[in-house]
């Protein structure tokens, strides 16, 4: 009998990933998802811990959630800790927040079954089955020796037009702000051999545009089957080959990790896509050296010239954090004047939030939190304003979209352009699935608005935006 699966997601697009990986480890066990938790047979909290009060949001989500299955099991005639119920509603929290607080979820929470981190999603089976039998939480934090991805399914055949691929996970930069060297772990590559199938199985189901996951993305490397050992921008060149792959984009990447052969790629390889999330953080050296980033502003710099200089049309998007420990008015400027010289299509700013066991935490030259609010304000208005010239700047020019969703209006599509800018135009729904030259006649600060030019006014890749982003910075 089919059994309901609630899975409410937070963080980045790894988490995203994650639960859709869940639900296919649970589609064996007759789990089907659905789009309320209210009378769901398991739901799980996939939690994210990068920035504040992650743990607050998944107890109180945990207070609503305990009222659900309390109804769920009072409607089945019986209590909501007999385990072995129908009636029963199964409780998870994974990701994490989990890896990090497991341990005080437990205690603070003890009506919850399963608390399990990222690394343990393949034996999901194993726990549900614990999870079923005994009464008390089923607590999975481990870092398994094996990986995950030997072990999870292979993902469901459509994933739709435009799909998340998992090539990379943990990371060993330590920059003192952040938990993912301690909730993700060690850096770890999956095998080119693997990826490769995986992409093929992904094009052979209808997908077009593969996005290359991980948190330090760059850092992928693999043995290829001549033996040579390969770095991301050899899979690039590799994953282009397929049959059906039209686009190809990857994310996180830290500068420190772009070599040349990935460099190249953004000339050479014409499905990769001209957008490239390269976060920097900040733009003060005594902040980046601070942070642990191994980097100068003038490094950075240096290495978007490059990547511009190689493909013109190639757009930045970027994270930033104000109020590091320490930031001074001087070192803030540092960072206003970074983001004027570059120029961003897009970025995310954030205040920065003491993660308890970085380093950074520990500091005692906190930022007044009203500095970070001004500050969070102003990049904010910087960057917001290049968005929109950035975006304005297509205005009349035609791009290739791919059409991946139906609009809210009848008749209209939503697309992504190669900048990963939303498109709405009017078109015909058998054009679903499919990249489509459109001419845009409206730019708003976050979507684009367009016509679908038919016959044979299609140009080459990707056209030029109307100035540069030089030019709107
Ligand atoms: N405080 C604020 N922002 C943070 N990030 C990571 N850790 C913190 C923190 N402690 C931001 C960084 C990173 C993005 C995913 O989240 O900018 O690139
Ligand atoms: Fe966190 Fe730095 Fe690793 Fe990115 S590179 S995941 S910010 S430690």
Known sequence: ??????????????????????????????????????????????????????AEKVFSELGRLRILKDEKAAAAGGTAADSSGDGRMILAVAGCVAQAEGEEIVARAPFVDMVFGPQTYHTLPE???????????????????ESKFDFLPEEAVSQGAAAFLAVQEGC???????????????????????????????????????????????????????????????????LAEIDGVERIRYTTSH???????????????????????????????????????????????????????????????GDFIVGFPGESDADFAATLKLVSDVGYAQAYCFKYSPRPGTPAALEDRQVPEPVKEERLAAL?????????????????????????????????????????????????????????EVRIVEARPSSLTGVVVTGEHSTTAHSQPAHSLEASA
């Open 172 to 238: 060993d930069k330590f920059c003192t702000f952040c938990v993912v060297p301690y909730t993700r772990g060690a850096e770890f590559s999956r095998p080119a051999a693997q990826i490769l199938l995986e992409a093929k199985r992904l094009a052979a189901g209808g997908t077009r545009e593969i996005s290359l996951l991980g948190q330090n993305v760059n850092a992928w490397h693999g043995d290829g089957p001549d033996g040579s050992t390969w770095g991301l921008g050899r899979l690039i060149r590799e």
């Open 255 to 317: 500068p420190r990790d772009m070599d040349e052969e990935l460099i190249r790629a953004h000339a050479e390889v014409p499905q990769l896509m001209p957008y490239l999330h390269l976060p920097v953080q900040s733009g003060s050296d005594r902040i980046l050296a601070a942070m642990n980033r191994k980097h100068s502003a003038d490094d950075y710099r240096r290495l978007v010239d490059r990547l511009k200089t190689v493909n013109p049309d190639l757009a930045l998007s």
């Open 380 to 436: 904010q208005q910087l960057i917001g304003a290049q968005q929109v010239a950035f975006n304005h700047g297509f205005v009349g020019r035609t791009m290739k979209v791919l059409f991946d969703r139906v609009g809210r209006r009848d008749g209209q599509l939503l697309g992504r352009s190669p900048w990963m800018q939303s498109v709405h135009a009017e078109a015909n729904e058998r054009l679903l699935g499919r990249i489509v």
């Open 127 to 145: 726990m549900v089955a614990k999870a079923t039998r005994a009464a008390g939480s089923v607590l999975n934090t481990d870092f398994p020796a």
């Open 1 to 54: 009998m089919s059994k309901k699966l609630f899975i409410k997601t937070w963080g980045c697009q790894m988490n995203v990933y994650d639960s859709a990986r869940m639900a296919d480890v649970l589609a064996p066990l007759g789990y089907r998802p659905v789009d309320e938790p209210d009378g769901a047979d398991m739901v799980i909290l996939n939690t994210c811990h990068i920035r504040e009060k992650a």
